[in-house]
Nanobody, 115 residues
Framework: VQLVESGGGLVQPGGSLRLSCVASGFTFSSYTMRWYRQTPGKERELVATINSAGGSTNYADSVKGRFTISRDNAKNTVYLQMNSLTPEDTAVYYC?????????WGQGTQVTVSS
């Protein structure tokens, strides 16, 4: 199982970024995918979840209305579109899949929101 995130970077407040997570080593279309984020000294926070078919999504209250999770099962990729970014969104963002009760994480991608 491999998850590779990309798309992070430095963005000004109010800006947008789209993160991608490319998956391999498992049947991507069969699994719920999740995005988390983590800042130094804090636990990882669940940001968004999408079910295997992409028809059901959930969001943390802190990002609801600003972030959108989506997936392309033909490309084995899950996305996180982030709009109206604030400095509080600064974090390392990770994607995760749970397979047979084991968590698999990507290496993370840094998002920094600053003027």
């Amino acid at each position: 199982v491999q998850l590779v995130e990309s798309g992070g970077g430095l963005v000004q407040p109010g800006g947008s970024l789209r993160l991608s997570c490319v998956a391999s080593g498992f049947t991507f279309s069969s699994y719920t995918m999740r995005w988390y984020r983590q800042t130094p000294g804090k636990e990882r926070e669940l940001v968004a979840t999408i079910n295997s078919a992409g028809g059901s999504t959930n969001y943390a209250d802190s990002v609801k209305g600003r972030f959108t999770i989506s997936r392309d099962n033909a490309k084995n990729t899950v996305y996180l579109q982030m709009n109206s970014l604030t400095p509080e969104d600064t974090a390392v963002y990770y994607c995760k899949v749970i397979i047979r009760v084991r968590d698999y994480w990507g290496q993370g991608t840094q998002v920094t929101v600053s003027s």
